[in-house]
């Protein structure tokens, strides 16, 4: 095959990622390691990590990279004391099971979640790009910490741009069959102090920020216990947003396809929009620049830092 046929079909690739926002294709093998995020909750309903870089790697030797290799490496990163004096886990009649989390020992009453769907149980699978949500139960009577969570993970902005999320937690119907239910009138804190914006009855807050820099959104309720929900939103100084190909301050898949149109010579870039997805410095928008914004967009990587 020639380069020109290779590179014909890498951005072929690229474009049909672009439109059918299906996931990247993996390998038959099992990777070595994993690169995803964790967020903690500790026993007073505190996050103590929030979305925390960590690289999984096979820690028991069973094979795969599971979330009992996530929590176990989170704690050896961020625990003081790591994985030993924080973590636990043990066989149960139900498998593997955690039995101490964020250095609480309370006979099992944990949850944890891969990319907001309830896990199974620790030996559940994790892949690069994934968030892992642990969180120990407030409520040891009545069990009542709802897990909850925005429809954005992490989302760059330009400054006095308005940001809409849907918050939702899991719940269950008259017949106890698990369904998601939206999180009315929850308070939402910015970087742990309440605001003004509160949701409504679908769920739904529109926010916004002026000021530059990064902000961890969640929130609070006077009627449910929430389990923290976590968005990080990072706000550009400037129009120069990394990866924002169309400059309109949020970095989605419209800026797939305006890069994507670039390189077939369908569309031209204006200087900024250029400038702000140049990641090679060759002055031109090329395939390997659209495949990074999309590995950002599906949550990939976190940052272009990392590309």
């Not at 040891?140 to 760059?156: G, M, N, P, Q």
Request: proline share 3%.
């Amino acid at each position: 095959m020639t380069k020109k046929m290779k590179k014909m079909t890498a951005v072929s690739a690229v474009l049909a990622m672009a439109f059918t926002l299906t996931a990247f294709p993996v390998s038959a093998l099992e990777p070595a390691q994993a690169d995803i995020f964790v967020t903690i909750s500790d026993k007073d309903g505190k996050l103590v990590l929030v979305q925390n870089p960590v690289t999984v790697t096979d820690i028991d030797n069973d094979g795969a990279l599971t979330v009992y290799d996530a929590l176990y490496q989170a704690h050896e990163d961020y625990y003081e004391g790591g994985a030993e004096a924080g973590f636990a886990a043990e066989e149960s009649q139900f498998g593997l099971s955690l039995a101490k989390l964020w250095g609480t020992a309370n006979g099992g009453s944990y949850g944890y979640y891969v990319n907001h769907s309830a896990a199974f149980g620790m030996t559940d699978p994790v892949k690069s790009g994934d968030y892992l949500a642990a969180f120990v139960y407030t409520d040891l009577t009545a069990w009542s910490d709802s897990y909850c969570y925005f429809d954005t993970d992490a989302v760059s902005v330009s400054p006095e741009t308005s940001l809409t999320l849907t918050l939702s937690r899991a719940g269950y119907d008259a017949d106890w069959n698990p369904v998601t239910l939206p999180v009315e009138n929850a308070v939402i804190t910015i970087n742990g102090e309440e605001t003004e914006y509160k949701t409504d009855a679908d769920g739904k807050v529109t926010i916004s920020a002026e000021t530059a820099g990064k902000y961890i959104i969640s929130a609070k309720s006077d009627t449910l216990v929430l389990v923290p929900p976590v968005c990080t939103m990072t706000v550009a100084d400037t129009e120069a947003l990394a990866g924002d190909a169309d400059k309109n301050g949020i970095i989605n898949i419209l800026d797939v396809i305006t890069i994507n149109k670039a390189v077939f010579g369908k569309e031209n870039l204006s200087e900024q929009g250029l400038a702000n997805i140049d990641f090679n410095q060759n002055q031109k928008p090329d395939s390997e620049e659209s495949l990074l914004v999309l590995k950002y967009i599906v949550g990939l990587i976190k940052d272009f830092s990392q590309a």
